[in-house]
């Protein structure tokens, strides 16, 4: 029996699970690490307008995320149910659509933040101290670089939806490294002295070592990966078109508006000066390793569970994602008790500036409190991403960001100023978990009737 098969049908599910997010839980966190290493290296400088740059510049980067999770979630979710389904031509259409698509729209961006970059720069609330910083870091990153990152975190989703989770970590991981290495090289003043510029430099350098691995990795496996990049591939069928987009689309407005949201919270936050800035751009660094431990623990059994889900063995995928949701809780609160305790010295890690650790060290300890609430969250909208259930999907991902918090911050920075701001994000986490059980009883009850019915 193929390994890959295996592991999707017959493996216990515990081992299932950790052969298939293992892997992703590492790439997860070596990138996590590298996009901490910009605003790491970039505060030893202890320029507080250089390290409130890269969070400025946060949301826009984001946004390729967005687009990655459109594009490459959506084509995974389809990718796995279609081999469920034992229909590999419509697998490999699948990614042939994705990949093609995120293309053409990564040009189109890059393409009209060049063209609009000064606007772009007032909506992400960069201002005289910081605009010079912002511009430079995104024309990089960007403008320069966005192609060659979408892609990567898209063809990163195919190859793990295709049963090789470990050639998508390998690639995301050496391209993480590489940034690693890079960054003090273009930094410091000891090397090229570029400063946040030099951090943009380093990460575009990563990416497209990244893209360039994937590519190599599809030449090598041409013959036996259900992935294809030929273009002869590629059909605007209905069937496959929305197949990825109305799966893909949840998870793209679960970051897109994640990055609206943190575009307001920086613009909310700007009058407060460069150091309480800063202080929000490390506090959710730090706050994002919880959320990449879900992430990866997410987007590696997605295709276990589209798979079983479509191989109609219901049973298995409940057992996965209950399992995988343990995980998730548990590693959550261990860093809430981490972050709650070691506040100061973990925000003085990424900058010695007091002002900045003072802010940081409240704003993190009041953030992180929603660790837990926001891994049942994101776990459920992986399970009916997997299903192919896009409304609740849809629905909790606007109800996570976007719908609940933007009118929150509003409110609680007129309340409490600065303060209430970092209060959102466990007020909205509640209330997007509350929702989630909702929608999985629903689920539940509904496939558990299913599952019945075949059995008989």
Not at 59 to 64: I, S
């Amino acid at each position: 029996m193929d390994s890959k098969i295996f592991i999707f049908e017959k493996a216990p599910v515990p081992r299932a699970v950790m052969e298939l997010v293992i892997p992703t839980i590492i790439s997860q966190l070596i990138t996590m690490i590298y996009n901490m290493a910009d605003t790491f290296f970039v505060g030893q400088l202890n320029d507080p307008n250089q390290v409130a740059a890269v969070a400025l510049a946060a949301p826009l980067m984001l946004v390729l995320t967005a687009l990655a999770n459109l594009f490459g979630i959506g084509g995974a979710s389809l990718l796995s149910r279609s081999l469920g389904e034992k229909n590999y031509q419509k697998a490999q259409r699948a990614t042939t659509f994705g990949f093609y698509a995120a293309l053409t729209v990564a040009l189109c961006c890059s393409l009209t933040v060049l063209i609009f970059k000064e606007p772009f720069l007032s909506l992400l609330g960069a201002t005289g101290d910081t605009r010079g910083f912002t511009g430079s870091y995104l024309f990089w990153v960007f403008i320069i670089g966005g192609a060659p990152t979408l892609l990567s975190m898209v063809l990163a989703h195919f190859v793990r939806a295709d049963g090789a989770p470990r050639q998508a970590s390998l690639g995301l991981s050496m391209g993480g490294l590489l940034n690693m290495v890079l960054d003090p090289l273009f930094i410091f003043p000891w090397g090229f002295g570029l400063g946040v510029t030099g951090a943009a430099i380093a990460t575009l350098i990563a990416n497209v070592a990244t893209l360039i691995y994937f590519f190599s990795y599809f030449y090598r496996k041409r013959k036996t990966t259900t992935i294809s990049l030929n273009p002869s591939d590629f059909v605007l069928h209905k069937e496959i078109s929305l197949g990825v987009l109305v799966i893909g689309l949840p998870a793209m407005l679960q970051t897109l508006l994640a990055a609206v949201s943190n575009a307001v919270l920086n613009i909310l936050a700007s009058p407060y000066g460069g150091s309480a800035l800063a202080a929000f751009g490390v506090a959710k660094k730090v706050d994002t390793i919880p959320m990449s431990i879900t992430i990866g623990l997410a987007q590696g059994v997605l295709p276990l569970l589209g798979y079983n889900f479509s191989a109609k063995n219901i049973e298995r995928m409940q057992k996965a994602f209950r399992f995988t949701l343990g995980l998730a809780v548990s590693f959550s609160v261990l860093c809430v008790i981490v972050f709650e305790i070691f506040a100061p010295q973990i925000v003085h890690l990424f900058i010695a500036e007091a002002a900045t650790v003072a802010y940081g060290s409240v704003f993190l300890r009041v953030m992180c409190t929603s660790t837990p609430l926001m891994a049942v969250a994101f776990l459920m909208i992986t399970l009916f991403q997997a299903a192919g259930e896009g409304r609740p999907a849809l629905i909790l991902s606007v109800f996570r960001k976007g719908l609940i918090d933007i009118p929150l911050m509003l409110l609680m920075n007129f309340l409490i100023p600065l303060y209430g701001l970092a209060g959102v994000q466990p007020i909205t986490e509640g209330v997007a978990m509350g929702t989630a059980l909702i929608f999985y009883y629903k689920f539940s009850r509904k496939h558990q009737s299913l599952n019945k019915s075949l059995s008989k």
